[in-house]
């Protein structure tokens, strides 16, 4: 449940320390045959450990490997974007994303696998293994200025990561682990750690600049903020 190993690993430089965020069979496959594939490099796969939804279909997950992201929704043309590194954090934003279609609201929904080929590279090696200007530019295109991430990390540890995709403070929002929980349960530990989908579209909406009540009805947002059962919150998707 502490992401601490896995944000040490992902500080080592890129082209050494591989960090990958698996979040369903697919892509837990093509990460281990990329595992299996290489040499000289030190892998660590973050592996939801209850069975979890197919997500992505064998060629998205083996894009998501070769390229560190993908997409799971939209054309690029919207601008607004979720993103989501960690099953069951794409599990909240695939939430978040059919409240969006239900208020009819244009968004494209991202999994971004290995965060670290997105970093600012400290060396010519490290730059030769980051994923290319252009995937960088087709999944966070620079018309979609609206970006919320939900990380299984912590958010700073990930934002200080995915330094090139970050637009600024009032634009770019990341919920991540924040030491809170124990022995909860998943939703729990979600909520503990405000990275459910209403947390995501609090922040959505100040990003829009929006109002929160226009994305999440009075008890939701209740919720939210400590005033009601959490429980209203652990919708399907």
């Known amino acids: 449940q502490d992401p601490t190993l896995c944000e040490a690993m ?14 369903d069979w697919n ?18 796969l973050v592996v939801p450990k209850r069975p979890q939804p197919h997500r992505m279909t064998a060629d998205q997950a083996l894009t998501a490997v070769r390229d560190g992201v ?18 069951y954090q794409l599990g909240e934003v695939m939430k978040a994303s059919s409240r969006l279609d239900e208020r009819g609201i244009s968004h494209m929904v991202n999994y971004l696998m290995e965060p670290g080929r997105f970093r600012q590279p400290r060396d010519d090696m490290e730059a030769g293994a980051l994923a290319p ?31 090139q995709l970050d637009t600024g403070a009032a634009s770019t929002h990341v919920l991540g682990y924040a030491n809170r929980g124990g022995t909860l349960d998943a939703n729990g530990m979600l ?30 947002l209740d919720a939210v903020h400590g005033r009601a059962d959490p429980s209203i919150l652990n919708r399907p998707e």
């Open 133 to 163: 200007a252009s995937v960088a530019e087709e999944l966070f295109p620079k018309g979609a200025l609206a970006r919320v991430f939900l990380t299984h990390t912590r958010a700073a540890a990930f934002t200080g990561t995915i330094r």
């Open 70 to 87: 993908v997409r799971l929704k939209g054309d690029g043309s919207e601008s607004l974007t979720l993103t989501a590194t960690g099953g």
């Open 191 to 220: 909520f503990a750690n405000r990275t459910t989908w209403a947390h995501a579209l609090e922040k959505v909406a100040v990003a829009v600049g929006m109002q929160a009540a226009e994305l999440l009805s009075a008890d939701e």
């Open 27 to 44: 892509s837990a496959q093509a990460a281990l045959r990329a595992v299996y594939e290489s040499r000289g490099t030190i892998w660590s």
């Open 10 to 23: 992902m500080s080592e430089m890129t082209d050494v320390s591989r960090v990958l965020f698996p979040c």
